[in-house]
């Protein structure tokens, strides 16, 4: 249950500002697209008329007060030059909090699964402090008297709740990448930055012994390098739903392989 903070999380707060404003379009949240409001209403729902003539859309342009007319009749599409001016340059700092603030939430996310199922099978769970080549962590311990099944479980607690967000997220809004939600994609991008992590311990099988990668593969008795492709494939996949999200064979290969690794629990 250990952290790469340096990897993770501190990789997150540096990417968080321009993953924000290049994903996301650099809007300010509640610019030109209200979360639920349903095509040809957007405009309406901001003061304007939700029609005109051949069916195309006015939003108020921040800057200038007037209505502009969207080219395609696509809202979340066609906002990149509404605001883009004073109003998006003062956002970008809550912009930027916000993501982070996502990245919080997926962290403690991960964690919380641990010590949950640590507390389910009264495992004992406690902190000891850890390091990976002199970098500071700490890890969630459990007791070392637990079942292989039930190692297993705790240790893959972490992924399959961060298997369940990006599913959420992805599922709920598959236009994500569109969408001007910064705190969203800070969840999603902390569990494919920590998946990516995880996976790469696995395949050079460094790190505290502590990790979830030797974890599961002591509770499965296998190769970690197996583990780690088993945590790299559906990160892979879920960032490309984030760029395709149109691509059917990667969202039902991605579950597949969340499935199996919930499944592997019952083995």
Known sequence: MWIYFRFCFLGAAWT????????????????????GARPGWDSALLGGPPWIGSGRFLLPDPDT???????????????????????????RPRWALRFLAGGAIAFAAHESAHVAFDLAFGAGPGLEGV???????????????????????IASAGFNIQHLGNEWLLSRTPDLRRRPFPLEKGILAFNLLTSLGYAGAAFARTGPLQRDTRGISMG?????RWVG????????????????????WARWSSRA????MILLAIR
């Open 16 to 35: 968080g500002l321009g993953w924000s404003l290049a994903l996301a379009g650099s809007l300010p949240d509640g610019a030109g697209v209200r979360r």
């Open 65 to 91: 007060g007037r209505f502009r007319r969207l080219a395609s009749g696509r809202p979340g599409r066609d906002l990149g030059g509404i605001g883009a001016g004073s109003t998006s340059k003062k956002s």
């Open 131 to 153: 390091d990976f080549h002199g970098i500071p962590f700490f890890a969630i311990t459990h007791h070392s008297d637990v079942s292989d099944r039930q190692r297993y479980v």
């Open 220 to 224: 499965q008795g296998v190769d970690e």
């Open 229 to 248: 492709l088993l945590v790299l494939a559906p990160a892979l996949l879920d960032g490309y739903r984030y760029i395709r999200p149109k691509a059917r």
């Open 257 to 260: 392989v969340k499935l199996g």
